[in-house]
């Protein structure tokens, strides 16, 4: 007998979809295919030489510690660490209790469904967010409610309306999830209006905030914007994820959250039946890293990289995408992508077929979306690539807007009997 394993599974497991984004970049694997689709950090910028000497000293020194389990709380010296890293920036009331070490960034966001989410909560996010954080909530089967990014970040007049209609419902959501710094995928940082008024609308309603900060140290134009952390002032409104990932190393899988006591107790417990602790072997590394003090210089240098690698994106798309024909993109100030606005008759979802063929990739727009719309659109990554990618790469994709403009026009033509 084989056994119906669907009939076996929890509701929220059969809640699970399969990453749309999964399935096509199994599709830009090819080695012919130029890749702006994934998010990854350059690897010219892992600092391997630093690392295989402290990985030497910690085997010698502390081999009893590093490869034993450890605290689920976190190292205690790494953390000690990240309180100097957090102070430096305006974050004076930090102190090691305000902070959990996690498996990086994507184990804290199914920490935040584990912790808030009961089936049917609302969730705020934006329209579009990050496909992994839709992901976790979507698992702890949250109602997702979208609200629009303008340039300077959340709609927050359209934001307010939301609220009046969810509070008549009682539906007031926990929390709410935003990306403040160099957006993923639009690119966009949230002005210090915004932010100012989304801090407020959450102590009027009693929501928190859950500010995901990947880029917030990759800003490459323009003056930084305090954090929501930094606004909150200790008040506990602000629950902020940082991860090692982009200014680091992202295989290490290390990130650490920063919150209230009391909340951060609570994922503690949560963190628990998950993974005992996050590795203490690559904590033992980070902690020595940012104790040489290399983690600003590290940080500075990916800036250098980065910002030549978006600056020639943007210069690239201006030369090959066709003008006057309302394709638009993000300009950001930081982070590691930019998000590409097509006519809303020309569907990038279908564009991708024609751009896999053209051997280059991007991720369609339209995985962002929790509302099902956002098919004209697309996020390039702009890290990863070399100089000679991104010119070849923007070039063909230029090549199949300006075909699928024609495209358009020819049938619309045709419709129109001309
Ligand atoms: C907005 C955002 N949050 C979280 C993550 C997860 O990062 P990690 O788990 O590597 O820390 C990413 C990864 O790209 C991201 O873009």
Same mark, same amino acid.
Request: overall charge neutral; glycine content about 4%.
């Given at each position: 007998m084989s056994l119906d394993f669907e009939a076996l599974y929890s509701k929220n497991a059969q809640n699970l979809k399969k990453s749309v984004i999964r399935e096509l970049l199994k599709l830009t694997n090819k080695p012919e295919i130029i890749s702006f689709a994934g998010g990854l950090p350059a690897p010219c910028t892992f600092p391997v030489e630093d690392i295989k000497e402290i990985v030497g000293k910690v085997l010698d020194q502390e081999y009893m510690k590093a490869l034993q389990y450890g605290a689920t709380e976190g190292d205690v010296g790494l953390k000690e660490e990240l309180v100097k890293f957090l102070k430096e920036r305006n974050?004076?009331?930090?102190?090691?209790?305000h902070l959990l070490i996690t498996t990086a960034s994507q184990q804290a966001l199914d920490m935040v469904g584990k912790v808030f989410i009961d089936p049917g909560d609302s969730v705020i996010v934006g329209l579009p967010s990050y496909i992994g954080a839709l992901g976790a909530f979507n698992a702890y089967r949250a109602n997702l409610i979208g609200i629009p990014l303008l340039l300077d970040g959340m709609d927050v007049a359209y934001f307010k309306k939301t609220l009046k209609e969810l509070n008549l419902k009682k539906k007031i959501p926990k929390f709410v999830y935003v990306i403040?710094?160099?957006?993923? =995928?639009?690119g966009i940082t949230f002005s210090l209006k915004t932010r100012k008024e989304l801090l407020s609308l959450a102590h009027e309603y009693g929501f928190i905030i859950i500010e995901d900060a990947p880029y917030r140290e990759l800003r490459y134009n323009g003056k930084a914007v305090p954090s929501l952390l930094e606004l909150d002032k200790g008040e506990g409104m602000v629950l902020t994820l940082f991860t090692f990932?982009?200014?680091?190393? =992202?295989?290490?899988?290390l990130g650490w959250i920063a919150g209230h006591p009391d909340l951060i107790s609570k994922f503690v417990i949560a963190k628990q039946s998950m993974d005992l602790c996050t590795p203490p072997f690559t904590q033992c590394i980070a902690r020595e890293y940012l104790k040489k003090g290399e983690i600003n210089n590290r940080i500075r240098d990916n800036i250098a990289l980065y910002k030549v690698k978006k600056d020639l994106m943007l210069e690239c798309l201006d030369k090959e995408m066709p003008k006057n024909a309302g394709v638009t993109w993000t300009k950001p100030e930081g982070g590691l992508f930019l998000f590409t606005y097509l006519p809303e008759s020309i569907s990038a979802d279908e564009m991708f077929h024609d751009a896999i063929k053209e051997n280059v990739a991007y991720v369609i727009g339209s995985a962002f979306y929790c509302n099902g719309k956002g098919h004209n659109t697309f996020r390039l990554n702009f890290s990863y690539p070399s100089h000679q990618e991104i010119r070849e790469g923007i070039k063909r994709l230029g090549n199949c807007v300006k075909k699928k403009l024609t495209g358009t026009k020819r049938s619309a033509s045709a419709c129109q009997g001309d």
């Open positions: 974050i004076p009331w930090i102190t090691p209790d403040p710094d160099f957006q993923n =995928p639009a990932s982009k200014i680091f190393i =992202p295989g290490f899988r």
